[in-house]
């Protein structure tokens, strides 16, 4: 059972958007920054959004993120094939001391 | 460039220990601190725990489900951090990846990652 919820899967065709989110608490999301990151299968994980909304060099502006009280949502547009792939939302949770991430989301592009 | 390289993975049996190392080039390591996170198979993402540069202590948090057991340091004159893991259990079977926390907070995030390394615990 993840600290952070997101739903299992979620799918869209291709050029389409798509939103994941990813419910915490008070003690994580509410006061601590969020960041995703996409896991293709058999690789490392790939930072996608930091301090809730920015994107590192590299990445499309495709990909964006808010957060609001303790939930935070990662969006995408127009979809691409190479999206296909597993969707994280990770943060600190300040009252277990620990880095905690949500199950993971995985996104099929139909 | 940042690289993260981990290594000592392996086939170890319940109850053993095994010691993983992650050697990093291409930035000052003692300015970062470092985490670990594994991945059990068909599973999701796990931090294990993370330890602080020197400017704050060293001091290291674990996950509840390796402490105790595990323990994280650095030796930042060779520019690499270990996970020393006693105690196996067959649960603890995973990818496990270093990665560089990219600013102070505790909260920050992560983006750069090891390649990983398997460790397999079975009798």
């Known amino acids: 059972q993840s600290v952070l919820t997101q739903p299992p899967s979620v799918s869209a065709a291709p050029g389409q958007k798509v939103t994941i989110s990813c419910s915490g608490s008070?003690?994580?999301?509410?006061?601590?920054?969020v960041s995703w990151y996409q896991q293709l299968p058999g690789t490392a994980p790939k930072l996608l959004i930091y301090?809730?909304?920015k994107r590192p060099s590299g990445i499309p502006d495709r990909f964006s993120g808010s957060q609001s009280g303790t939930s935070a949502t990662l969006g995408i547009t127009g979809l691409q094939t190479g999206d296909e792939a597993d969707y994280y939302c990770?943060?600190?949770?300040?009252?277990?001391?620990?880095?905690?991430f949500g199950g993971g989301t995985k996104l099929t592009v139909l | 460039e940042v690289q993260l390289v981990e290594s000592g993975g392996g086939l170890v049996q319940p109850g053993r220990s095994l010691r993983l190392s992650c050697t990093v080039s291409?930035?000052?390591?003692?300015?970062?601190?470092l985490s670990w996170f594994r991945q059990a198979p068909g599973e999701g993402l796990e931090w294990v725990g993370f330890?602080?540069?020197?400017?704050?202590?060293?001091?290291?948090e674990y996950a509840a489900s390796v402490k105790g057991r595990f323990t994280i340091s650095r030796d930042d004159s060779k520019s690499i951090a270990y996970l020393q893991m006693n105690s196996l259990k067959t649960e603890d079977t995973a990818v496990y990846y270093c990665?560089?926390?990219?600013?102070?907070?505790?909260?920050?995030?992560?983006?750069?990652w090891g390649q990983g390394t398997l460790v397999t615990v079975s009798s």
């Open positions: 990665s560089r926390q990219e600013y102070y907070y505790d909260s920050s995030c992560y983006r750069y």
């Open positions: 291409g930035f000052t390591f003692g300015d970062y601190a």
């Open positions: 330890i602080r540069t020197q400017a704050y202590g060293e001091t290291t």
């Open positions: 008070s003690s994580n999301i509410w006061n601590n920054y």
């Open positions: 301090e809730n909304n």
């Open positions: 990770g943060t600190w949770d300040s009252s277990l001391s620990a880095w905690v």
